[in-house]
């Protein structure tokens, strides 16, 4: 029996470590104005793993409610829209960008030079609860 137990290790052991996404964040950060004003979190997820990661949603203590968004401009008219997931290719990247893929905080509860903890939430990875730094009506000084 132990002999068979470690043979199906040996066969399953590799072929689901590289076939998870794996997931990490960098450069967290939200615009934030008012509390009466939704405020823009932007980050750059990247997976290192072999297989797409679907981010489904975020959450954090700071947003009240937080949103997938993305900015568009149709015809002219600057508009957002619900985004219900967004995908990390496998060895890929996924950048959050103002005018762009926004997490929307809707009711900020943050001050501006300390952090505040989103957690994203994924169909196929664990979550991951990343801290963003909070910056004023100049958005971020880098300019991310
Ligand atoms: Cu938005």
Do not use: E
Request: net charge positive; glycine share 10%.
């Amino acid at each position: 029996m132990r002999r068979v137990l470690a043979a199906l290790a040996c066969l399953l052991l590799p072929a689901a470590a590289s076939a998870a996404p794996a997931v990490t964040a960098q450069g967290g950060w939200f615009r934030y104005l008012l509390p009466q004003i939704p405020a823009g979190g932007f980050v750059t997820l990247t997976n290192a793993g072999d297989t797409a990661a679907v981010l489904t949603g975020a959450s954090s203590p700071a947003c009240g409610s937080a949103m997938l968004h993305r900015s568009l401009n149709r015809s002219g008219m600057d508009m957002m829209i619900d985004v219900n997931s967004i995908t990390i290719p496998a060895h890929g990247t996924f950048r959050f960008a103002p005018g762009d893929y926004h997490i929307m905080c809707m009711k900020p509860r943050m001050t501006v030079g300390t952090t505040a903890d989103v957690t994203l939430r994924f169909r196929n990875a664990p979550d991951l609860t990343v801290p963003f730094t909070v910056y004023g009506a100049d958005g971020r000084p880098t300019g991310q």
